[in-house]
């Protein structure tokens, strides 16, 4: 079973970059797709903005396309979200989902973090 721990998120103002971390805690890292995911308000649908299937294989939202890049590091077993030109509408709680290759949900969430953009 993975185990996700998002960092990263903080205060910052409109246009600023951030980038967002999620480690995770399995041996079979390699074997996972890494979802970011937001959720711009409780009750809200949480939106997926990013996913990285291999390092080569990558997809992203039209919310995040252009201004964002989505990495892994394999070795350290942890995904990365770079945000740029950050926006007020940005603001949101994200999150890192995983799910194990060939199944079509995630399975596993990490506990968020916030990111708050200011105009």
């Known amino acids: 079973q993975v185990q996700l721990v998002e960092s990263g998120g903080g205060l910052v103002q409109a246009g600023d970059s951030l980038r967002l971390s999620c480690a995770a805690s399995?041996?079979?890292?390699?074997?996972?797709?890494i979802g970011w995911f937001r959720q711009q308000a409780p009750g809200k649908e949480r939106e997926l903005l990013a996913?990285?299937?291999?390092?080569?294989?990558?997809y992203y939202s039209d919310s995040v396309k252009g201004r964002s890049t989505i990495s892994r590091d394999d070795i350290k077993k942890t995904v990365y979200l770079q945000l740029n030109t950050l926006k007020p509408d940005d603001t949101a709680v994200y999150y890192c989902?995983?799910?194990?290759?060939?199944?079509?949900?995630?399975?596993?969430w990490g506990q968020g973090t916030q990111v708050t953009v200011s105009s």
């Open positions: 399995t041996r079979t890292f390699a074997n996972y797709v």
């Open positions: 996913a990285i299937y291999t390092k080569s294989s990558t």
């Open positions: 989902a995983a799910k194990f290759r060939g199944n079509v949900n995630y399975t596993t």
